[in-house]
Each structure stands twice: as structure tokens, then as C-alpha cells.
């Protein structure tokens, strides 16, 4: 064989070789590269369920079905300590809803989320500790751990052709957070109490001091503790609702129940559309305690839908026993008809005492005054039977000498059951638009004439009288201070001191809360300013001059208008150019009316040497300056708390911002008048850009100090 032809056979073969081998080198790398591209697919496809030989590690994580809620670690704020907990998948945030090792944190990322051989849920952390567990309620043959779309995690036997029959569920121990369908009460059977607690931070889900339950009493109602203490009450579930939470009614995004019977004690709630995201929380910091969100995909933020406590008499007990809290009035705390104040005036922490103790030998020597529009008080020392109607719950109170009120135990309908009171008759407030009727036991001295009926046809009799005089005295007889020239002169303006102005606003704001919240119709003022604030000797005020206001009935709470008319200097943006208005444009005249009490400068025509801005720009670029308290009137600088008026400066410049859905409602207003709970920044006011000074009239150029000087002092003189 030629040489050539032999050197050609080897290359030809070494040739095919080399070829083989680079197809089994392709085939390789498309067998490992599919083997990489399977192992990120596990961890990038969305799976719901682990089983027995499946984990949870720091590169993993569980999605429900539809993508709602994800499960994974996660570390909280600026903390490093590693948690297994649950998320809104497509909501930016992270916004948590429920952790499972809240007490035990992982201090590194070595944590394994697991079903173990007995088919509990094992969180394992360093050297394999046992950081947190869960354990079925029976025994399971193929257990597997399912993230549902509800945001509810499950422990539930593969095997069991009923999918719905959990084995344990994360929504029986909630952390901060009530979600639609989860159950805030008591399970009965097993004991279990499902109560949503705060986090201590938000830097640590650990429990912190709010806890929001269901109190377990022979008529039960929600209530809100801090530590050990009542703060704050829902009031008992009277059929239609808790009786303190006039806010809880048919709504277009959720249903709510509660449901009450041997087995369980407990409330919830669910959505009327699925694609709705809302959630109630229970925070640490004061303020609302507990609020309500709802997620708006509009603007990519969580709306406020409700909050607890709406303002100061939600605070439990504030006024003691026998004592009403009526949040427009001013003192807010008042005795029971046939009640007096056990201690002085400034402290009602004692509560209310009888004007005359009862006697109870025999069936006269005491009655029942109804009084209306209340919030049930504390049952913790009650009686409910629910086949008894009014009148056989009235003589079942009297036969028992102990039994201090009664009333219905359901208003749904015509009003059912019956549930008495033993002993004292704590945490009451008046609500009227929604309040319930309670029939309080007194000595029949106190009633007078035929017990209850006398008393009610007294009251009305006595009230007609006095609106009658009143009416006839005010004709007649009505003399008006202004206190505008009355305040020029500067020693007699320091006579209306801080402690004064800050009751005056305090009053104002009340009102406006009743105006557009407890009143039976809601009301919108429209034309608020300082020249419509009537204050009698006491300096206590009242809104005056109805004339513009606009009066809603049902869920209504805005309109609008072709005939703009109001004062300029107190008109909201949105009612000055496009005529609509709003409770919000209340509360933008009320913001105004704030400045102008503590500057002692009226907003119109008000007039800086060194700068065009109106009083709105000037205190809104003090603010951003940290020079708030330059804006404070002179004549307070030896009165003033002056975290009070920084604080109402703030609130102010909430108030009149530019758009109405940035603005506080008045109940918001009146709590952080009241609290000490972090104020949010607010945003560039409106109006609040230069003017031009050549436009500017000659009045404009002199301060005045008006603070109060619009405010009218009425006085009854008698003949």
C-alpha cells in the first residue's frame, strides 16, 4: 500500500474520532445544561405545595396558585435576624401578613422550612435546632404543606380526597394581621383563642402590647387590650353589629358575621370581590391601634377604609362609672340622668356616683330611665337570655336587685333577647346615629310621677319649654362681643392664652366630628371660619351660622355646585375653582381657622415684609425651615406648650393640603389633636405659592392680629 494512501486511512480515522467524541462532548454539555436549566426551574416556577422530601431554604420560596401570597424568609426592617412568613406576591413592600417564628428568630441563613417523618412542619435553624413547629391534629399518611390564595398556609393529607380538611392552618394563629376568612375568636372544643397581636417594632414581629380578641363573656364583644389593660372596646355584637363601631355597616367590599354558639365564638369578614386586597392590623404605635386598608392598584398604595380609636372617648373607661363621654361637648364626660360626678371636674376617673342609692323593698321603690344613642357598656358582668322580649327582660332586671340596666341583646329586625347589667355600668359613650337604647335602674324618686314614662314625657315637655325660651331669650335679648377690637389691644389679647385657643380648636373640632359623622344626617359646613364660632363666658365653642351648609343623608358625603359662595381666605381649592365639596373641605376651612388662632394673623391680606406668600405659604415654608414656632402669635411665647403648638401646626398643614384624599378626616383630626401618636408629613399646601405684590391692596399692607378676633362671644342676658 502506497504511503500516501496509508497516512490518508489514519488521518480519515483519527478525523472520525475526533468527531465521535464531539458528539458525545455535545450531547454532555446539552445533558448537564438541561439538567442547570431544570434546577433554576425549580426554583423560578411558581410551586404551592411542598411534601415529605421537598424544602424551604433561603433560595426558595412558596406561591399560591393564582400568585396572591408568597411564603419565604425574609428579614423585617433593619433587622438581620432571618423569618419564615407570608407576603403579598405582586404588592411592592412586602407587606407581611403572617410569621411563623415570631418569638424565635434565625440569626443566619441556615434555616430549612420541612414536613419531618412524623408529618409535622419543622422550621430547623443552626446546628439543626428546632427554632419552630407545627403539629397535625391526627395522624397523616402523605402530609404536604399548601399555600393557599387566602394567604392561609395548610397542613392537609395528600391522600384525603376532602382537599378543605386542614390537619393545622396558619389562620389559626395569626400574628398582626386579620385577613378575609380568617376567624378572630374562640374555638370552644378545642379551647383555641385566635387573637391578632401587634409586632413589638417594625424592626421585630416578636408580640408587642396590642392585642385585639374576643372577650368571652355571656354576651361577647371585641375588645382591644394594651399589656394587661383594657383600651379600647368594640362593644357586644348587637345583631347587626358591635355596638361601638358605628362604622361597621354594609359596605360594597366586604360581608361581614359573627357567628356565636357552643362550638365557637368568633367574627369575620369576607370580600364581595375576590380581586379586592384588604386587611385589618393591629399596630404598635399609638394612635390607630387598628386599622383597616385596602389596596388601591390606582395609585400602587394601601387607602385607609377605617381606624380604631376613632378619637378620645374610645379610650376605655374614660369616664368612669355611670359616666357618658360625648365627644362633641365640652367637658366631654357627663353623668347618667339621676347620676353626679363622684370627684371634682377635672378628674373622671372616679366616675359617677347615684344622686340617691336604691332601694329595692318592694317592686316601686325603683324604675328604668331609657336613655338613647349609647354604646353599650362593658359586659363583663352580664346576663343574656335570647328568647326573652323587652318587657319580660324589664321585670326579669327588677326581680333582681342587683341588676342595674337592660336592654335588647339583638336590634336586628324589631329588636329581640334580653341582656342585663350587674353591678357598676362602665365605658359608655354617646353615639346617636347609631347608638342603642339602655334602660338604666334608678330610685323612683328620680323618675318621678309613673317611672319611665313620666321621665321621658318630662324630658320632652322640659325640652320644649327650653327651646321655646331659648328661642324667644335669643330674639330679644342676644348681645354679640366681637373680639376683634377687643384683641387689638395687646394686654387684653394675652387674656385668651394658649390653654384658651387650644379648647377652642379642641371644641371646634368636635363639632365638625359630629357634623359629619354623628349627627343623623351628615353635614357639611361650608362656610367655616372664625367670625362663625360662637364662645360663651367659658370660653366653650359652637359652630354657628348654617346658612351654606349642605345636608347628606346615607353614604353621601360630597356634591357639587354651579354657585360657589363662601368666604374667600377658607374656601378648599376644589370648591373655590370646580364647586366640589366635601367633609374634606371642612376640615381644609378647620386647617385655616388653626393657623389663624395660633399666628394671631388672618389668612386673606396677610402681608410679610420680606417675602409675597400668604399665611398658608408662610407657615407651610416655616415648617419645611424647622422655624415653625415663628409663626406663633407673640402674645403665647409665656403661655404656650410648645410641643402642643408645633403639634397643631403640623395637624394644620395636614389639613390644607392640596387634595382632598390627603387630608385627615375630622375623627383623624381629633385624635391627633388628642394623642401623642407620630403626625405623617404633609404635602405642599394649596395656595400656598407667591402672589403678586403690585396686586396686593392697600389692606394688605399691615399685619393684623386677628387670631380670635373674628370670634363672637354670646351672652343670655335676662331682663
Sequence with gaps: MP??????????????????????LSFTTFFVSTIILSSFSEYSIALDT?????????????????????????SPGRSTNRYVGIWYKDIPGQIVVWVANRQNPINDSSGILMINSTGHVVLHGQMSSVVWSASPTQSVQAPILQLLDTGNLVLRDEKDENSDNYLWQSFDYPTDTLLPGMKLGWDLKTGLDRRIVSWKSPDDPSPGDFSWMIARYNYPEGQTWKASNKYYRDGPWNGLRFSGDPELKPNSLF????????????????????????????????????????????????????????????????????????????????????????????DWS?????????????KHSSGFVKISGLKLPDTTYTWVNASLNLKECKAKCMSNCSCTAYTNSDISGKGSGCAMWFGNLIDIRELQLSGQDLYVRLDASELGGDGEHAVIIGVVIVAVFVVVCGVVLLARYIRQIRTRKYLKDETKRKLIDWSKRFHIISGVARGLLYLHQDSRLRIIHRDLKTSNILLDTEMNPKISDFGLARAFGGDQSEGNTSRVVGTCG???????????????????????????????????????????????????????????????????????????????????????????EDRPSMSHVVLMLGGESTLSQPKQPAFSVSKNTVATDSSSSKQESVSTNEITVTLLEPR
Excluded at 257 to 270: A, L, T
Excluded at 351 to 362: A, E, I, Q
Design 255 to 346: 360581608t361581614f358575621e359573627f357567628v356565636n354558639h357552643k362550638d365557637e365564638v368568633y367574627y369575620i369578614f369576607h370580600l364581595r370581590n375576590e380581586s379586592v386586597k384588604t386587611r385589618m392590623v393591629v399596630n404598635q404605635t399609638y394612635g390607630y391601634i387598628r386599622t383597616r386598608y385596602a389596596w388601591n392598584p390606582g395609585t400602587q398604595s394601601w387607602d385607609v377604609f377605617s381606624s380604631m380609636p376613632r378619637d378620645n372617648c374610645d379610650g376605655y373607661g374614660l369616664c368612669g362609672a355611670y359616666g357618658n363621654c360625648v365627644i362633641w361637648e365640652a367637658p366631654v364626660c357627663q353623668c347618667l340622668k339621676g347620676f353626679k360626678p363622684k370627684g371634682n371636674f377635672m
Design 3 to 24: 504511503a500516501y494512501i496509508s497516512k490518508l486511512q489514519r488521518t480519515l480515522a483519527m478525523t472520525q474520532r475526533q468527531e465521535e467524541e464531539m458528539v458525545i
Design 570 to 660: 377658607y374656601m378648599a381649592p376644589e370648591y373655590a375653582v370646580d364647586g366640589l365639596f366635601s367633609v374634606k373641605s371642612d376640615v381644609f376651612s378647620f386647617g385655616i381657622l388653626l393657623l389663624e388662632i395660633i399666628s394671631g394673623k388672618r389668612n386673606r391680606g396677610f402681608y410679610h415684609l420680606h417675602h409675597t406668600i400668604n399665611l398658608i405659604g408662610h407657615a407651610w415654608r416655616l415648617f419645611k425651615e424647622g422655624r415653625s414656632l415663628e409663626l406663633v402669635d407673640p402674645c403665647l411665647k409665656d403661655s404656650s406648650d410648645l410641643s402642643e403648638v408645633l403639634r397643631s401646626i403640623h395637624i394644620s398643614l395636614l389639613c390644607v393640603q392640596e387634595h382632598p
Design 350 to 362: 372616679q366616675g359617677c356616683v347615684r344622686n340617691k342609692p336604691l332601694s329595692c323593698h318592694d
Design 50 to 74: 411542598i411534601s415529605e422530601t421537598q424544602t424551604i431554604t433561603e433560595n426558595s420560596t412558596l406561591v399560591s396558585k393564582s400568585g396572591e401570597f408568597e411564603l419565604g424568609f425574609f
